[in-house]
Structures are given as C-alpha cells and as structure tokens.
C-alpha cells in the first residue's frame, strides 16, 4: 500500500450485483471477488475514524478494476486470489 493502513481497519465499499456492500480490505484481500470477476472496491474509509481513504490504500492487484484486470490480462500483475 501506498500509505500505511492497517487492513483490519479499512472498509471498502464493494461494487456488487446485488447492490453495495462493505468488507475490511483485510478480508477482501483474503477472498477477492469469488466467482463474480467483475466486483471490486470503489471506495474506502478508516473503521476506526470514518475518515474517507484514496483509494491507493487498495494495493494495485486486489482493486479488481479495469487497469488491474488489463495488467493481469498482460500478465504483468499476478492475480492475488489463485
């Protein structure tokens, strides 16, 4: 991560099928976007103070974005939850 977090702390807000949800980033790293490849964090905030967080906290490989998916696709970023 680009700054110091603790993953345990930081809450990301996921882009889901069924609406948003929230998850630490400790446990969307553990387990990812399960059998729905297109879900991903879109925002993030301290647990501890509410405060909104960049979303760099989110390490490049797990936003499961559009960029991250183009790397893994390229094989220049290897996909975390295999």
């Known amino acids: 991560m680009n700054e110091e977090h603790d993953p345990h702390d930081v809450l990301v807000t996921l882009d889901h099928p069924f609406g948003e949800l ?3 980033l400790a446990r969307w ?3 990812g976007p399960g059998p729905r490849p297109l879900v991903r964090p ?3 905030r301290s647990r501890s103070t509410g405060e909104e967080l960049p979303m760099t906290v989110v390490p490049l490989a797990y936003r499961n974005d ?3 998916r183009a790397l893994f696709a ?3 970023l290897k996909w975390p939850w295999a």
Request: aromatic content about 0%; proline content about 0%; overall charge neutral.
């Open 42 to 44: 879109i925002a993030a």
């Open 22 to 24: 929230e998850v630490t």
């Open 74 to 76: 390229a094989g220049k």
């Open 66 to 68: 559009a960029n991250a």
């Open 29 to 31: 790293m553990a387990v």
